[in-house]
């Protein structure tokens, strides 16, 4: 596509065209959003605007390919399916007065393709084995499997499709308990543990998060790119956003602290039978671990103290996981778990993606 050209996105109203408005800005081209219905031009404030009859209308078609002409235009993005197939036959016809190509396929086929994608994942899901010896639960229907992949992928996060399979074939090993996860950020890994969770009757998931960077601000030389990234972050956005992503739960909660601190809240929640917050109530814990996810500060010396601290709570046969154990800015994530394998009997140990993941040994 010629850049110096522009580019029609009709109807402008629907969130497909909205979101890719935002993509085609980001590469450069110049956006012409086009509506039936009043338009603000505030609402889009880096596209040209323009209004079109509706598709029914008789003068539509004399209107739009006015528009094309006046506006230098050669493709339009179509997202809704009536409006699509009206312009692919007026594309195709030889005697419309300006050429245009339409460059989307069907909305039909868009509406698919995530959903198809989620399917695909889904059904290697539930035909995938256990990935630790012993009893395992049923696999959950693929129509969940795929759901779970949906709404896990539309969060942000570094946490990609490979370990959410580890995940999904774990949970169906877990005993009771509570599932903990040191560094929450937005979410993505905790709303797939949260989900899991609730589907194999596990327990509840506390998510361990001070959402500031003074407890991440360092994780090692090795990760100088990372240290200075990350003081870019609106750390208060990403605690916004790990509510908004784990909102449709009721068995999810967390403490806003430093791991070290917030060991000793856990256990005073499992004390008292529960951890309270406004944003999701009271939320029961036991005090008995059955899955801790440590992701936070990724020096040696940070990943080694969130063993050491939390470690103790986990019970006989639960599951460690140590998120970037393969990690391209440090190795403090491995140290820790190579020292972990050394020291303890674990009736199970594999890498997934970049993750960890140790079972360890019933007595």
Request: glycine fraction near 8%; charged fraction near 20%.
């Amino acid at each position: 596509m010629n850049p110096q050209r522009s580019l029609l996105v009709f109807p402008i109203d629907l969130p497909q065209s909205q979101a890719f408005v935002r993509t085609a800005r980001q590469l450069g081209f110049r956006v012409v959003a086009a509506s039936s219905e009043p338009l603000d031009p505030a609402q889009f404030p880096d596209c040209a605007t323009a209004y079109l009859p509706y598709v029914t209308d008789a003068a539509f078609d004399v209107a739009l390919a006015d528009l094309l002409a006046r506006q230098r235009i050669d493709a339009v993005f179509a997202s809704h399916p009536a409006i699509w197939w009206h312009l692919r036959a007026l594309a195709e016809r030889g005697d419309f007065p300006h050429a245009f190509r339409l460059c989307n396929e069907s909305p039909y086929e868009m509406d698919w393709q995530p959903y198809g994608e989620a399917y695909r994942w889904a059904e290697a899901c539930h035909a995938a084995e256990p990935l630790a010896p012993g009893e395992a639960a049923p696999a959950l229907p693929v129509s969940n499997y795929a759901g779970l992949y949906r709404s896990y992928n539309l969060i942000p996060g570094q946490s990609d499709n490979t370990k959410l399979l580890a995940l999904a074939q774990i949970a169906r090993q877990l005993a009771r308990g509570d599932v903990v996860e040191i560094g929450a950020l937005y979410g993505k890994s905790a709303f797939a543990l949260a989900w899991l969770a609730r589907f194999h009757r596990v327990g509840s998931v506390l998510c361990v998060d001070p959402w500031e960077i003074a407890s991440i601000r360092n994780q090692g030389e090795s990760a100088r790119l990372i240290n200075r990234a990350v003081g870019n972050r609106d750390w208060q956005q990403a605690f916004l956003g790990f509510c908004a992503s784990l909102a449709g739960f009721d068995n999810v909660n967390y403490l806003r602290a430093p791991s070290d601190h917030a060991v000793g809240l856990y256990r005073e929640a499992a004390a008292a039978g529960g951890v309270s917050s406004k944003e999701f109530g009271r939320t029961t814990v036991d005090g008995r671990i059955a899955l801790l996810h440590i992701d936070g500060n990724h020096r040696y010396e940070a990943v080694k103290r969130d063993l050491e601290t939390w470690l103790p709570l986990v019970g006989e046969g639960g599951w460690v996981l140590l998120d970037d154990y393969v990690w391209a800015f440090g190795d403090g994530p491995r140290r820790a778990g190579d020292e972990l394998l050394a020291s303890r009997a674990v009736s199970a140990a594999f890498v997934a993606a970049d993750t960890l993941f140790v079972r360890l040994e019933e007595t």
